[in-house]
């Protein structure tokens, strides 16, 4: 049905097209001098018809159920919601609509069955009145686009301001999309601190996020205080980056001043697929191969090593950022000025000591830079230690016990059915916003830091 | 570096220079230290190579070991006696194929004969063989009255077992088939029954809770209709915003502000873009969850600072002089772009999608806030239809507890994994293909 919709506008998009081009042509041929080519009149008869049927039908697909929505329970009386939590009004609302949609479970009071029924019956009256809106549009779009089909008509400028708003708008979605960010996060994070203090959040020394859903549920009181999972996050952070980072440096090092070109041919690409790998293979890798090696090898040395311990996870995250840090250390590495390391071979320096005691300290802002940028990462990395990582929050920075990260905490309070009317729903997104914050702050120093360091060398 | 600054001091033309005395012992056990320290950073970095490409090895090597058993499956090919009075002409669906399925096990073991031995003799096939037979007979109902051999599926414990997975010697209270159970499927091998073709199921069917009967067919769309609607909106929207920065936008704080925000969008966690999915687009807009619609909405969001930093250098890349010389013949700027500039860019545009294309088809996070982690038993129809998509099937599959389920993950991973090595290879293809140097 929608289909249909979509493949009405686009032969219609051509029909307007070739009539509009046609009529252009025949202008041409009898003699008149057209300002504009007849490919333009044609896409202006786009311009004029597809398009805006097609943002006209999707911006009403997008707002039509809630507006519907709105106008059923607008119907019903105060008695039937009025006493009604948030959560039981969207439970009511699911139930409308199920019913709207001929699943009746159980004997719903009638007004439910009224109130799903004129639910049904307003998707359907929406539904042919967008067919009927968006026909509309495209006959009289074509129609007025006929007649614009003269000599004097400027097609050519108009399709081109059309074509330049197109890029404009696009170009914007970038902001629009950081805006969507902040706004959505911020917002449901202020819910969140209307209902939980920002100093307990901030603060606060437990994280139990496990409160009642119902009055009669036997479940913890529920503490939002995000210090231990921020602090297991700095763990499994530092564990990564106690991989990542001498690994990645000296295989830059190596693929830099060593390896001939063949072998560097051969390596680079080869660290890159490191990268290139899904995040979830990488968790799938740790809890099957990396967390039982631990636990065996802990075992064989008398340690008590956790199920889930942090260096499962860490470690796996640092092996997926060797080849982020390796190619920030080999641009920092190349950036150095040739004459420096000229010189310093010049004078009988070794390849070891040019690298270790010229480049290295003259790139370390640039290397700086791309830990600053891994450190984001590893932050923001989500899946190996949502699949490797621990639940609870325990405040220990002891990397063999089990820590929990905010991403983690964020992915298991919002997997399944939720409802942005709790605490807990709403806390996810406060991690969010502290998820955002801190990676931005990190990625706009580290981008400053690469960038000052590259002019001074240009 | 002390040697250096010595020799400085020797040559200055002051000091008459110390002939040196390159036999003398000190001098040579420093010149041996230094280039013993020069060895030892070379062989650091090359172990830290090794290391790194190790951990590339183990990667793949253990998905590859685990995963290549479920690219088989162990099925049992038993002759199936259709009676009248088990299915009915009328309504084929309705017949009780459990009980032909009994009976035809039960052809194999006359000596069991105790109605509960018979049920565990039953739990040697998988509960899909039922609905296989019945889909059969259902297509073609000439089969009723006559016998048909079928191979059909056997549950998960056998099928380790089969496959040798399952630790015979260990004590029966350790595992999780009794010595029964396994000289009953001794019997079956014994008597040629027993075949393990290619585990077709693994692409064409759903996912299922059991082990044997789960397949990736709902993901593999899933992820397909998920691209498409990432592609259908970043696509255009990337070469246009690109095409824009690189070309028409004045230099200004404007569109400063834009490229900033656009290279800090690359660096945002994948798991805020999930955040920014549920609250907008689910909560605020209404859309469903689960779609594949909301899904590649967002990956749209995330792959389209790949595609308009590709496209601004694939752009930048194209000679002025080829613009000069249409602007010269009377083209406008617009006829400039989309008649010379955006053609000769379009295989480094191309290329950087697909890349940008193949890290969406990796991400995960986001989808499991949208909730495309359900348990879905039907292959998507279309973008509106919940389903999952290959990593977050690939996460389901890791958290079930079936043994099964541990190399059908691995076995998903590399049909993941085959895909994106696929794509990457198609882009740098088209980069070595259609790569000009002007």
């Known amino acids: 049905m929608l289909g249909f919709l979509f493949l009405v506008i686009l032969m219609a998009s051509v029909l307007g097209y070739i009539l509009n081009r046609q009529t252009a042509r025949r202008l041409a041929r009898s003699g008149q001098r057209l300002h504009s080519l ?22 009403w697909l997008l707002l039509d159920d809630t507006v519907i929505e709105a106008i059923v329970m607008h119907r019903l009386t105060v008695d039937q919601t009025g006493a009604l939590s948030a959560g039981e009004i969207s439970l009511l609302k699911s139930e409308i609509r199920s019913i709207a949609g001929g699943k009746v479970f159980g004997t719903p009071e009638p007004w439910k069955l009224d109130a799903g029924a004129s639910l049904a019956n307003l998707a359907s009256t929406a539904r042919l009145a967008l067919f009927g809106a968006v026909l509309a549009i495209l006959v009289v779009g074509i129609a007025v686009a006929q007649t614009k089909v003269v000599p004097a008509f400027r097609a050519r400028q108009s399709v081109e301001r059309v074509m330049s708003g197109f890029m404009v708008f696009c170009s914007l979605v970038a902001i629009v999309t950081t805006l969507g960010i902040v706004a959505s996060l911020v917002y449901e994070s202020l819910r969140f601190f209307e209902r939980v203090p920002l100093a307990e959040f901030l603060f606060g020394l437990n994280w ?16 939002f205080g995000w210090i231990p999972v921020l602090v297991g996050t700095l763990v499994i952070t530092i564990v990564a980056l106690a991989v990542a980072i ?13 390896a001939t070109p063949r072998v560097r041919a051969v390596a680079k690409p080869l660290l890159e697929l490191l990268a290139g790998v899904p995040t979830v293979v990488y968790g799938f890798f740790a809890i099957l191969v990396v967390a039982p090696a631990l636990r065996a090898a802990g075992t064989a040395l008398g340690i008590d090593v956790s199920p889930n311990t942090a260096l499962a996870a860490g470690g796996v995250m640092g092996i997926m950022l ?7 250390t080999d641009d920092a590495l190349n950036a150095v000025p040739r004459s420096l390391r000229d010189g310093s071979l010049a004078l009988g320096a070794t390849r070891g000591e040019t690298v270790t005691k010229v480049l290295f300290p003259a790139a370390i802002p640039g290397i700086v830079g791309g830990i600053l940028l891994a450190v984001s990462r590893a932050i923001g990395e989500t899946m190996i230690v949502v699949m490797a990582a621990g639940l ?8 063999l016990n089990s820590v929990t990260t905010v991403t983690v905490q964020i992915v298991t309070l919002l997997i399944g059915d939720t409802e942005f009317d709790n605490p807990k729903t709403l806390a996810a997104f406060a991690l969010g916003l502290m998820l955002f914050l801190v990676t931005l702050g990190l990625n706009v120093i580290a981008l400053r830091i690469v960038q000052k360091y590259r002019e001074l060398y240009d | 570096m002390t040697e250096a600054s010595i020799t400085t001091v020797r040559t200055s033309p002051s000091v008459l220079p110390r002939r040196v005395d390159w036999s003398d012992p000190a001098l040579l056990g420093r010149v041996a230290r230094r280039h013993g320290r020069d060895r030892y950073v070379m062989l650091a970095g090359l172990g830290a190579l090794c290391v790194a490409a190790s951990m590339l090895a183990l990667l793949v090597l253990s998905l590859v070991i685990l995963g290549h058993e479920a690219f088989t499956q162990t099925h049992v090919t038993l002759d199936f006696e259709i009676s009248a009075d088990r299915v009915s002409t009328d309504a084929p669906a309705d017949g009780n194929f459990r009980a032909i399925i009994r009976d035809a096990l039960a052809a194999h073991f006359p000596e069991v004969t105790d109605r509960r031995d018979q049920t565990a003799l039953g739990a040697i096939l998988s509960n899909g063989a039922q609905f296989q037979l019945r889909d059969m007979v259902v297509a073609d109902p000439g089969l009723i009255g006559g016998t048909v051999s079928l191979a059909v599926p056997v549950s998960d414990p056998f099928d380790q077992l089969a496959k040798g997975l399952v630790d015979v010697s260990a004590p029966e209270a350790n595992r999780r088939l009794s010595d029964r159970e396994i000289g009953w499927f001794r ?4 008597a040629g029954a027993v075949s393990r073709p290619l585990n077709t199921a693994l692409i064409t069917s759903p996912d299922s809770r059991f082990p044997e009967l789960a397949g990736l067919a709902g993901a593999l769309w899933g992820s397909f209709y998920t691209l498409l609607v990432c592609f259908l909106i970043s696509f255009p929207a990337g070469i246009a915003a690109g095409i824009y920065l690189e070309e028409f936008a004045p230099k200004n704080r404007f569109t400063d502000l834009i490229e900033v925000n656009i290279n800090n969008l690359a660096a945002v966690p994948s798991v805020v873009f ?11 807009f209404g859309l469903p969850r689960s779609a594949p619609l909301v899904g590649g909405m967002t990956l749209a969001l995330m792959t389209l600072p790949t595609i308009i930093i590709a496209t601004r250098a694939a752009v930048k890349a194209v000679p002025p002089s080829i613009r000069d010389a249409a602007l010269a013949l009377g083209a406008s700027k617009h006829q400039v772009v989309t008649g010379h500039v955006l053609p000769l860019a379009m295989p480094g545009i191309l290329t950087g999608t697909i890349i940008g294309l ?9 989808l499991l806030l949208i909730g495309m982690n359900a348990f879905i038993t039907q292959v998507p129809d279309g973008v509106m239809t919940p389903s999952t998509a290959l990593p977050t099937q690939i996460f389901i599959w890791a958290d079930s507890p079936e043994r099964g389920f541990v190399s059908r993950t691995a076995a998903a991973i590399c049909v993941l994994l085959a895909f994106l090595v696929l794509m990457n290879a198609l882009a740098v293809y088209l980069r070595k293909r259609f790569e000009r140097k002007w």
């Not at chain 1, 333009?40 to 311009?47: D, I, K, L, S």
């Not at chain 1, 060797?322 to 920030?328: Q, Y």
Request: with cysteine.
């Open chain 1, 38 to 59: 007849s490919g333009f009149h044609g896409a202006f008869a786009v311009c004029l018809s597809g398009l805006p049927a097609l943002v006209f039908a999707l911006l």
């Open chain 1, 208 to 223: 139990e996020p496990q409160i009642p859903i119902r009055a009669d549920q036997v479940a913890g009181t529920g503490a």
């Open chain 1, 246 to 258: 001498p690994i990645g440096i000296y295989s830059a090092i190596y693929l830099n001043e060593f």
């Open chain 1, 322 to 328: 060797i080849p982020f840090i390796s190619s920030f």
């Open chain 1, 392 to 399: 609870i929050a325990t405040l220990t920075v002891n990397p």
């Open chain 2, 187 to 190: 019997v079956l091998e014994q």
């Open chain 2, 274 to 284: 999930g955040l920014l999915a549920l609250a907008v687009f689910i909560g605020w």
């Open chain 2, 358 to 366: 193949a890290q969406a088809l990796g991400e995960t996070a986001p």
